[in-house]
């Protein structure tokens, strides 16, 4: 029973490529999130989702895209990686609305 | 849209002390929740407050939220070195489903 995985942990990316953070979970919640925490401005959310086919735009979601295809899978791309795009990422889960949230161990993600 | 504010940014205490971080929000929430992430870890639960004026408490530690609920607060008692990390507040809406986390409030005990 892993929880919340996300992969890849750590990532170095140039300016202009693309990549998918994975946010996988095995505890059967609806609802899941993407923030990114970067020093001094808490966490923030990018996107999130209700149930699986579903998602909406969070605080700061310009220059990102999710997909739920399944409900155990979270995914969050890059399509043009930006230096202003580095922070850790952090995916979470809810079993429904007021219930806490489950959060991933985070992935590193810089770009130069 | 919704912003969550958390005071102070920093705060360094000798062991021992008491500690107290603040959260407010710019709209009513249904609920806050609070979260502590130790350094280089993930948030980790802590509490939910959903009643208006509720107290809780987890043994040296005090949750709070507001009359109005737009506002909490969590004060922590004789201050240990296991209190070191950020704490963090997150509400929501009523008929949202998103969480909004405060700035957090980044806790050094000094031993």
């Known amino acids: 029973n892993a929880g919340v995985t996300q992969t890849p942990k750590f990532r170095v990316l140039k300016t202009g490529q693309s990549m998918t953070l994975l946010c996988a979970q095995d505890?059967?919640?609806?609802?899941m999130y993407w923030y990114r925490q970067d020093p001094g401005m808490g966490l923030r959310l990018i996107h999130y989702?209700?149930?699986?086919?579903?998602?909406a735009k969070g605080e700061v979601p310009d220059g990102y895209n999710v997909s739920r295809l399944k409900k155990q899978n979270f995914l969050l791309g890059l399509e043009s990686a930006a230096p202003s795009q580095t922070s850790v990422y952090f995916c979470a889960t809810r079993r429904d609305s007021g219930t806490e949230a489950f959060f991933g161990q985070g992935t590193r993600l810089t770009v130069v | 849209g919704q912003q969550v504010m958390q005071i102070p940014q920093y705060q360094h205490v000798q062991e021992g002390e008491d500690f107290t971080t603040y959260c407010n929000s710019s709209t009513t929430l249904s609920n806050i929740q609070w979260y502590k992430q130790r350094p280089g870890g993930h948030p980790v639960f802590l509490i939910q407050?959903?009643?208006?004026?509720e107290v809780k408490k987890q043994k040296r530690l005090t949750f709070q939220f507001g009359e109005a609920k737009k506002n909490s607060s969590l004060h922590i008692t004789a201050t240990q070195t296991t209190d070191v990390g950020t704490y963090f507040c997150a509400g929501t809406n009523s008929g949202t489903y998103k969480y909004i986390f405060g700035t957090g409030t980044r806790l050094k005990v000094l031993a």
């Open positions: 407050l959903v009643k208006s004026g």
């Open positions: 505890m059967n919640h609806e609802y």
């Open positions: 989702s209700v149930g699986e086919g579903t998602t």
